[in-house]
């Protein structure tokens, strides 16, 4: 049933989604056409005369006139399904002019329409019917990849893409491609190199320029220096290299672009400067005249704007002019004719003289169509509005532009682009239609000629004043320069007359005299716009770059027009109509003939008619009329005139301004000055960046600083912006303060900071739309579509909307912008701004186009701001708007159970929220932060307050305008609301609100608004409106620190409006939906946090008004920014028990400590003392046993040094205050202030110790236990020392690492180890300062019981070891010694530090010393053996020095005995007898006397008792052996597992972790042992003694620690083998006793295990004897086995001589030679071998091939370390022999032990085994005494016997 139920919102959204409406114009009386489609739409586009869908599902849908498919057209209420796409799962489209895109889910790309210019990516196809595959593949790749398709937008000739990697690809033509190429077409997409690693987020395309938004990174600060090369641009002339000083660093930036592009002036075929390039027709002659009309330009090509040029192409209006084209105006004549002034007739025909074709258009090549049919885009560019198109002033309230408003005066309006269409129809006799006479054409009724000339009295009267009074201000300025001009023209900066072809700029054609010439310097007749009469005008422009520049400079030079964009305030037209254009300006022909007269002077929109002049626009070759905005009066006429035409001019003369100035635009340079320092930043920031600064400019002064705005959430759509522009430019539809075409991407930077997030383009206008809501416009604005009436239209500048409203969509149009924006309720309204487009009835259709439907009709009417569209309520609820050709497209959707009314209330919230953050921060915030001040008044803490205030404050702004533009993404896509970024983030926005409100109420706390009053003041006046209306306050006489405090926490009330309207959107929902649940989740976390933020302002409000109340030198100290009050004790709420009579205690609960102030006078806000105790180590407890009728409610507080007790007033204020305190306390400790009050008694916290003597000073952060540190902590004093470690009760108990500083040495002393109660108890390691190292075992701070001490290195002056028992921090017991430094090593007693009792000395020069010390000498009876075994055995006095009775020994066996006395180096003094036993038996080599070794050292069990005695007391014992204490050794067992798994240092793995965790468990067990419960102890026993952790595991660790101490280096003596081996023995008996205790069950040494049936295979009948070497020798051996086999070795090093040289001899022979020289029967002999598989035949030379598996088993004794494993590859070598033997006779043989013998040594011969004597040596003294009479003992003695028999074999 649950996957069944579907929520409501979803089953009725998906019919009520995707509605679209399509309408053209802006009246009332336009009615929206519904698109009827069965599904919703998802995305649309427009061109111009066609629209394209995207539906859900990816279909897409094509209406309008579809010319690529033989003219079809599809009405838009049913549009026609691209089947090609069908399955394609289209997720984007696209709709240039004539050409469509699409862009599928895996990133192809298909295009199909009109490909005349490569704009479909299809080579040689002009017209692609069907949705074609796009080839995206970068080629320069290797190998080729497929580029993944993001989006594409179309143009007119031109394709983009944004590709996954946020980089463009272009195809078609025209420089809009920003491509580094001289080829067109571009058929195949190409990569626009100069964006390349820059994060391009969203590509635009207009008719012929292209947009980018790309995402700006923000860059390092870096102190530049001024620029050091003095090498410029030859173009912009700006510098090319910078020298970057930061630090010290210094480097060369070379970062330079030119604002110009490449040089255009040798343009190619085929290249962008074609477009630039006029005709014969347009390029001026050397005498100023225009080249025939009817020759077509160099190439036949079409010109900048894609029309044709003047050799029967057609105009800039598509009309054909007197020659053949179309006029300006288009406008046909009543008789189909050409009329005498050459206007082409109603039909478009043109004269059978090579005029216009039937249609009036000109074919693609630019010849008449001979069919009479024209493409698509001919015919849009025949009827596309001309480029003269203007606008007018702003008349006033009424956007719209009618008759009765054609000339209200507004003297603080800008100067507007005067010049307008004309739509007139005029007849042959000259007369203008009334009914085509607009009010579009800026002219007034002929019924209203006083109201008119009286308004145009009015404007010029009033604009002359005004610039008389602004050049009187500029006088000094203006004056000078104009003596310059006038002296010399060419110095000017801006030079007034074209320096190009004769120095003439003319608009009229030569065969008509009464043409109106512009600037021919050498005709005195014409309109000479001379130095001398306008240098003053000039100087303003140029010199007072600070003033209003609004208007267009009527006087400019047309060699600087296309660039000079910043010109003169409109009320300065006046004042120019009698001081520019006076004497010859006004003269001549300028303005007489038919220039007013005829046609033209009747005419209300005033006309030139300059016959067959010069091209008025960069787009086409137009010839004709110049239509003017009007005849205002006798001065102001001409001045109007030539501002439109001088602005047609500049559009011409973009290739002469390009050649004859090689310098960027005024514009550009004043643009520099307003963004001094600031740098493309759309790259990640490099180490340094130059900076475009010039020298001598002002540097910006020093502010606080603020954190740059970042990017809160990555995944949100990212505000830090650039804009970047390309293509042609002659509208100013790039944005630079140009006209000049740009070839490649430059960055508007007026853009820059302007948060930008959306970008479109129409024909010839762009728009930008920021986060803010508003609407940034730059280009044509000929029909209002820009918004404004502002200039200049070549820079963005902001769109007039109405007050109140937040655009947050838009799009545009061919000559029209429209905006969907948030109004007064939550349904978003459209506003257009443009050219009003009606639908003319079949009566009054438009003649020629052979429609008898209603079709579009272009009137006189715009608007000249945005205007709503009132049928937009009728609608629905609008998501997005599109834009193209003439016509308007909104999608919408029904509110389907409030769903949707609720989203679009959720995102208009957020949009006006963010409006008014940037607002207050515009308006208030930065203006404090630049105020000098603010840092005098706040001071040092408050003004790092302030600061954090502001970054905060940006920051939530930040993350505010990248959620209210994802909400806005939201509205179009899916609307899965558990996207919704508020519920995605939900931390990231709760945590920012936090840390906002804390840096409020913190600056609030510390008395910070009070403080900011001044400069408040300062900054926004007395009456403080803006505070008031921004903190929105409706109280008149609230104080100013009030208004701060209410604007700076005006922002935490939005969390409150996200719960609403989450709870609105949860409604929406079943309440069993997964969305429901989500939202109600989110809506409870925004509502939580509204409340606790409340709570937190309401602390620091009371908080504020506390210290504001007890203010003082005392109460500052205590004032904190994080402190809040809970509750203070003034009303004699809570006193001190047993507290002075006369003394006042007052205590103050914060939420970080509790106050205690005595001699407190709280009225008079004055105490003398006062003690801080932080609520972290607070602890209180009520007190109910006081007395039982006392009546006193008392409270326990308990801190880390002292305790007290507070008495309460009353039951009620004691459950107050305790509740207070331990809310506080669980505040402070857990981060949440919302907890039961119940804080944990054991808590983690930092403290300083002030009383405790041994802790004074002392600072504690760790765990803590009712009052005192118990746990994990550090504990750090003064004086530098630190202990980490494990405390209790507040003393140091567990393992620690302590560092103690010794200040003699200025090293420092550290002990990492365990304590116990404050002191060092337990094993540990000592690093002394000195540099001596003990590690071993400690005792209440000393060293006691086993140890080891190094002091020196090895190769120091007084390097020595010691590792022996130690007592109360002396040597004590047995130990070792180790003189490196002397090459000496004790084995002995010591008492108190010296050699004291039975002791061994060993050398490295091979002398041995046993026998007894005193005092540290050898004293008493000893035994001296050197190296040649020369003895001496008797009384020592001194080291090494015989004195008394003794025997000294020969090694030939002579010895004398008697007394001795002196030194052996300089004479022994003997008195005694010689004996020489061999003196008569000269035959025998060798005497029979041995040394016994061992007799006066110390007994092997006397040696490191110690070390088992901390064994046995880790086990809880102090004796051996007491049975009732087990259990509790198990139970010591696993607790220092435990711990020592907890407090380990090292981090264990976690084979390890299990190996402790199974050893933790105690193996119980009842009953005799059995085989199979022996080898589980076996197994445990090799587990525990494997794992230091455990008891014995440590034992045997040390024990081979001081083993191979005793026993390597000087230790390797082979008179030491005995005691060595002896030592092993007694370790395995002591161990043996402690596995007893643990098993008492354990048979003792020598016991039989019976055994089991159930166990393994391993048991015999006989049973398993117990014995320590089978049960611990296998774990202890293996670690002791090098040093003891080395002294095996050195033991047996003369046997082993003799031993190996035999084996080298006899081993010569090959083996039958061997077998029979070593007497093995024949019959043993191997007659074949078996090798690699195959047998061969054992030959006389056959050598190591008999017995080869015994040989190799043998050899592998060697590798075995336990007698037991030793005699297993002895027995097993045996089996392989006696296997072999088998094989030989076929059958069962038993060898006797005379054949055995034999046969074995041969094997041992052959297995050339070193040591072999070792070996036997090691087995023999180590075995186990159970196998000595058994097999295994039988066949150990063959081996023994055949090393001997080796050993007595004779050379010979």
């Known amino acids: 049933m649950m996957e069944e139920q579907k929520s409501p919102v979803k089953e009725e959204s998906s019919r009520e989604r995707g509605l679209l409406h399509l309408w053209r114009g802006y009246c009332s009386s336009v009615t929206p056409e519904r698109v009827l489609l069965s599904r919703p739409v998802l995305q649309a586009a427009l061109g111009i005369s066609h629209g394209i869908l995207l539906a859900e599902g990816g279909l897409v849908y094509s209406f309008g006139d579809l010319t690529w498919r033989q003219g079809l057209r599809v009405p838009p209420t049913y549009p026609l399904l691209e089947s090609v796409l069908s399955g394609q799962r289209v997720v984007s489209v696209a709709a240039g002019s004539f050409h469509c895109g699409a862009v599928t889910q895996e990133g192809a790309v298909y295009m199909w329409g009109e490909n005349s210019s490569g704009q479909c990516g299809l080579s040689e196809r002009s017209l692609v019917p069907d949705p074609s595959l796009v080839s995206t593949v970068d080629s320069e790749t290797v190998p080729p990849q497929i580029i993944r398709i993001l989006e594409v937008t179309c143009g007119e000739q031109h394709t983009l893409a944004l590709s996954a990697q946020h980089e463009v690809w272009a195809w078609g033509s025209g420089c809009q491609l920003g491509l580094v190429t001289s080829?067109?077409?571009?058929?195949?997409?190409?990569?626009?190199?100069?964006?390349?690693?820059?994060?391009?987020?969203?590509?635009?395309?207009?008719?012929?320029?292209?947009?980018?938004?790309?995402?700006?990174?923000?860059?390092?600060?870096?102190?530049?220096?001024?620029?050091?090369?003095?090498?410029?641009?030859?173009?912009?002339?700006?510098?090319?290299?910078?020298?970057?000083?930061?630090?010290?660093?210094?480097?060369?930036?070379?970062?330079?672009?030119?604002?110009?592009?490449?040089?255009?002036?040798?343009?190619?075929?085929?290249?962008?400067?074609?477009?630039?390039?006029?005709?014969?027709?347009?390029?001026?002659?050397?005498?100023?005249?225009?080249?025939?009309?009817?020759?077509?330009?160099?190439?036949?090509?079409?010109?900048?704007?894609?029309?044709?040029?003047?050799?029967?192409?057609?105009?800039?209006?598509?009309?054909?002019?007197?020659?053949?084209?179309?006029?300006?105006?288009?406008?046909?004549?009543?008789?189909?004719?050409?009329?005498?002034?050459?206007?082409?007739?109603?039909?478009?025909?043109?004269?059978?003289?090579?005029?216009?074709?039937?249609?009036?258009?000109?074919?693609?090549?630019?010849?008449?169509?001979?069919?009479?049919?024209?493409?698509?885009?001919?015919?849009?560019?025949?009827?596309?509005?001309?480029?003269?198109?203007?606008?007018?002033?702003?008349?006033?309230?009424?956007?719209?532009?009618?008759p009765e408003h054609l000339f209200s005066s507004d003297t603080d309006s800008s100067l507007r682009e005067s010049g307008s269409k004309e739509q007139t129809n005029q007849d042959d006799t000259g007369t203008s239609d009334p009914q085509r006479q607009g009010p579009g054409t800026l002219t007034e009724s002929d019924s209203h000629p006083a109201l008119t000339q009286a308004r145009r009295q009015a404007t010029s009267s009033t604009d002359e004043k005004e610039l008389k009074e602004l050049l009187k201000r500029t006088s000094a300025h203006v004056l000078s320069l104009s003596e310059q001009n006038d002296n010399d023209i060419t110095g000017n900066p801006i030079t007034l007359a074209n320096q190009t072809a004769g120095d003439s700029l003319t608009l009229a054609n030569q065969t008509a005299g009464d043409s109106l010439t512009l600037a021919n310097q050498t005709a005195g007749d014409s309109l000479t716009l001379a130095s001398q009469t306008a240098g003053d005008l000039l100087t303003l422009v140029s010199h007072v770059p600070g003033q209003c520049l609004k208007g267009d400079l009527p006087d400019q030079d047309p060699a600087v027009a296309s660039g000079l964009s910043c010109s003169l305030p409109e009320n300065c037209t006046g004042a120019l109509t009698g001081r520019a254009l006076t004497g010859r300006a006004l003269t001549g022909r300028a303005l007489t003939g038919r220039a007013l007269t005829g046609r033209a002077a009747s005419a209300s929109p005033f006309e030139v008619n300059t016959g067959s002049s010069s091209s008025l626009c960069d787009s086409s070759q137009s010839e004709g009329r110049i239509p003017v905005a009007g005849l205002c009066e006798a001065l102001s006429g001409p001045v109007m005139a030539y501002r439109k035409t001088n602005q047609e001019v500049r559009l011409c003369m973009e290739e002469a301004s390009l050649q004859g100035k090689k310098c960027s635009s005024l514009t550009d340079i004043l643009l520099e000055e307003v963004t001094e320092g600031s740098r493309r930043h759309s790259l990640p920031p490099l180490l340094s960046h130059a900076s475009p600064e010039l020298p001598g400019r002002r540097t910006a002064r020093s502010r606080p600083n603020v954190a740059r705005k970042e990017e809160v959430v990555e995944s949100l759509p990212t505000l830090n912006t650039e804009v970047w522009s390309w293509g042609r430019g002659q509208e100013g539809q790039l944005g630079h303060g140009d006209q000049l075409p740009r070839l490649q991407p430059l960055c508007i930077k007026s853009l820059n900071g302007e948060e930008v997030v959306k970008v479109t383009a129409g024909t010839h206008h762009s728009l930008a739309l920021t986060a803010q809501c508003q609407v940034f416009s730059w280009g044509n604005n000929r029909s209002g579509q820009l918004g404004h009436m502002n200039s200049p239209t070549t820079m963005p500048q902001q769109a007039k909307m109405s007050e109140g409203l937040r655009v947050w969509d838009l799009a545009a149009g061919q000559s029209h912008s429209l905006f969907l924006a948030d109004g007064d309720c939550c349904q978003p309204i459209l506003c257009y701004s443009g050219q009003q487009v009606m639908e003319t009835t079949p009566e009054n259709h438009i003649p020629g186009t052979g429609s008898t439907e209603s079709s579009p009709s272009i009137t006189d009417t715009y608007t000249l701001r945005p205007v709503l569209l009132p049928f937009c309520m009728n609608m629905g609820y609008i998501s997005s708007v599109y834009g193209g050709g003439q016509s308007c497209l909104a999608q919408a959707d029904l509110n389907v159970m409030g769903f949707i009314s609720a989203l679009h209330e959720l995102a208009a919230a957020d949009r006006k929220f963010y409006c008014r953050l940037r607002d207050i921060n515009k308006r208030v915030v930065s203006p404090l932060l630049r105020k000098e001040s603010v840092?005098?008044?706040?001071?040092?803490?408050?003004?790092?307050?302030?600061?954090?205030?502001?970054?905060?404050?940006?920051?939530?702004?930040?993350?505010?305008?990248?959620?209210?533009?994802?909400?806005?993404?939201?509205?179009?896509?899916?609307?899965?609301?558990?996207g919704l970024v508020i519920l995605k983030h939900a931390n990231t926005f709760l945590d920012m609100y936090k840390e906002y409100c804390g840096s409020v109420g913190n600056f609030l706390v510390m008395g910070g608004f009070q403080a900011l009053i001044k400069p408040s003041v300062e900054c926004f006046g007395k009456k403080l409106e803006v505070l008031r209306q921004l903190s929105e306050s409706s109280e008149d006489k609230v104080p100013l620190f009030d208004l701060l405090a209410m604007l700076f926490y005006s922002p935490i009330q939005h969390i409150h409006e996200y719960a609403r309207l989450l709870l609105k959107l949860a409604t929406c929902f079943d309440v069993s939906t997964v969305e429901y649940q989500r939202l109600q989740e989110g809506c409870s976390r925004y509502e939580e946090l509204s409340l606790s933020l409340r709570r937190k302002r309401k602390e620091a409000e009371t908080t504020n008004q506390f210290w504001r109340t007890y203010s003082g030198k005392t109460t500052d100290v205590l004032r904190k920014p994080q402190r809040r009050l809970v509750y203070d004790s003034s009303n004699k709420s809570l006193t001190l028990q047993n507290a002075g009579r006369f003394s006042v205690n007052w205590f103050i609960l914060f939420n970080d400590a509790l106050i205690h102030a005595q001699g407190t006078i709280p009225s008079k806000s004055f105490f003398s003392s006062h003690h801080v105790y932080t609520l972290a180590t607070l602890w209180v407890e009520p007190i109910t046993d006081i007395t039982a009728n006392s009546k006193l409610y008392g409270i326990k507080v308990t801190t880390p040094e002292e305790s007290f007790t507070l008495l309460a007033s009353s039951p009620q204020e004691k459950a107050k205050w305790l509740r207070a305190i331990n809310q506080a306390v669980e505040a402070v400790l857990t981060g949440e202030g919302s907890g039961p009050g119940v804080p944990a008694v054991s808590r983690t916290a930092s403290y300083i110790f002030y009383k405790d003597l041994r802790l004074k000073d002392a600072s504690y952060s760790g765990r803590w236990l009712s009052g005192k540190p118990h746990g994990k902590g550090t504990m750090k004093w003064p004086d530098g020392r630190k202990f980490t470690g494990t405390f209790k009760q507040g003393l140091e108990d567990g393992y620690g690492d302590c560092i103690m500083p010794n200040k003699l040495l200025n090293k420092s002393d550290r002990y990492q180890g365990h304590w116990r109660d404050g002191k060092m108890h337990g094993f540990g390691t000592y690093k002394y300062a000195t540099g001596q190292v003990y590690e071993g075992s400690f005792h209440e701070n000393v060293r006691q019981g086993h140890g080891m001490l190094s002091s020196g290195k090895l190769i120091g002056s007084s390097s020595n070891v010691f590792v022996g028992q130690w007592l109360q921090d002396k040597k004590m017991g047995y130990g070792v010694f180790d003189d490196i430094t002397r090459g000496e090593k004790y084995m002995g007693l010591w008492v108190d530090d010296q050699r004291h009792g039975s002791g061994v000395v060993v050398t490295q020069f091979g002398l041995y010393y046993e026998g007894t010390f005193s005092n540290n000498k050898m004293m008493g009876t000893g035994l001296l053996v050197s190296e040649d075994d020369t003895a001496f055995e008797g009384d020592f006095s001194e080291d090494w020095t015989p004195n008394g009775k003794g025997t000294l020994s020969m090694s030939n066996g002579d010895f004398i005995e008697g007394l001795f006395s002196g030194a052996w180096t300089s004479g022994l003094k003997i008195m005694g007898t010689y004996t020489k036993p061999s003196l008569y038996e000269p035959d025998k080599k060798e005497s029979t006397w041995v040394l016994e070794l061992g007799r006066l050292a110390v007994s092997p069990e006397q040696k490191w008792r110690a070390v088992f005695s901390e064994c046995w007391s880790t086990l809880g014992s102090e004796a051996p052996g007491q049975p009732e204490e087990r259990m509790r050794a198990w139970e010591n067992i696993a607790v220092t597992l435990t711990t020592g798994r907890r407090d380990s240092p090292e981090l264990l793995s976690r084979s390890q972790s299990r190996v402790l965790e199974k050893l933790e468990v105690i193996p119980l067990h009842t009953g005799p042992v059995t085989a199979g419960r022996y080898d589980v102890i076996r197994r445990y026993l090799t587990k525990a003694c494997e794992t230091p952790l455990h008891p014995l595991g440590g034992l045997l660790e040390t024990l081979v620690t001081v083993y191979r101490m005793t026993y390597i280096g000087v230790g390797s003596n082979r008179r030491l083998l005995q005691q060595a081996v002896e030592e092993i023995k007694s370790y395995l008996r002591r161990i043996l006793q402690l596995v007893r205790f643990l098993f008492p069950d354990l048979p003792e040494e020598g016991g039989v295990i019976h055994a089991d049936h159930k166990g393994s295979s391993e048991t015999n009948q006989q049973g398993l004897v117990v014995s320590s070497s089978t049960l611990l020798l296998p774990v202890l051996l293996p670690r002791l086995y090098p040093p003891l086999f080395t002294l095996y070795a050195l033991d047996k090093e003369r046997e082993e001589e003799v031993y190996w040289d035999c084996v080298l001899r006899l081993n010569k022979q090959p083996d039958l030679g061997l077998l029979a020289f070593l007497g093995v029967l024949q019959k043993f002999w191997p007659v074949s071998v078996s090798v690699l598989g195959e047998k061969q035949q054992v030959l006389p030379s056959t050598k190591d091939a008999c017995f080869v598996s015994a040989v190799e088993t043998l050899q592998q004794i060697s590798t075995t370390f336990t007698p037991s494993d030793k005699l297993q590859v002895i027995q097993r070598t045996f089996e392989e022999l006696t296997q072999e033997v088998q094989a030989l006779l076929e059958g069962n043989f038993l060898l006797s032990m005379d054949d055995l013998l034999p046969l074995f040594l041969y094997v041992v011969l052959r297995a050339r085994m070193r040591n072999l004597a070792a070996e036997v040596s090691l087995i023999e003294d180590l075995m186990d005494p159970s196998l000595q009479h058994g097999e295994l003992g039988l066949m150990f003695t063959t081996l023994k016997a055949c090393c001997f028999q080796i050993q007595q074999e004779k050379t010979t």
């Open 183 to 402: 080829v067109f077409p571009v058929w195949r997409p190409q990569k626009v190199e100069h964006l390349a690693g820059k994060h391009v987020v969203q590509v635009a395309c207009g008719g012929y320029h292209s947009l980018a938004l790309v995402r700006r990174f923000p860059a390092p600060d870096s102190q530049f220096a001024g620029p050091t090369a003095t090498e410029k641009c030859d173009q912009c002339r700006q510098l090319l290299l910078f020298m970057v000083d930061k630090g010290d660093h210094v480097s060369i930036n070379d970062s330079h672009y030119c604002p110009l592009g490449v040089e255009l002036a040798d343009g190619k075929p085929g290249s962008c400067s074609r477009s630039r390039q006029a005709s014969p027709a347009r390029q001026a002659s050397p005498s100023g005249q225009a080249s025939p009309a009817g020759q077509a330009s160099p190439s036949g090509q079409a010109s900048p704007s894609g029309q044709a040029s003047p050799s029967g192409q057609a105009s800039p209006s598509g009309q054909a002019s007197p020659a053949g084209q179309a006029s300006p105006a288009g406008q046909a004549s009543p008789s189909g004719q050409a009329s005498p002034s050459g206007h082409a007739s109603p039909s478009g025909q043109a004269s059978p003289s090579g005029q216009a074709s039937p249609a009036g258009q000109a074919s693609p090549a630019g010849q008449a169509s001979p069919a009479g049919q024209a493409s698509p885009a001919q015919r849009h560019r025949a009827t596309a509005c001309p480029l003269s198109q203007a606008v007018s002033p702003d008349p006033g309230p009424d956007p719209i532009i009618g």
């Open 935 to 978: 840092c005098t008044v706040l001071g040092q803490k408050s003004i790092l307050l302030f600061q954090s205030l502001a970054s905060n404050y940006s920051r939530l702004c930040h993350l505010t305008g990248q959620h209210s533009v994802s909400l806005t993404a939201f509205l179009r896509t899916a609307r899965d609301v558990k």
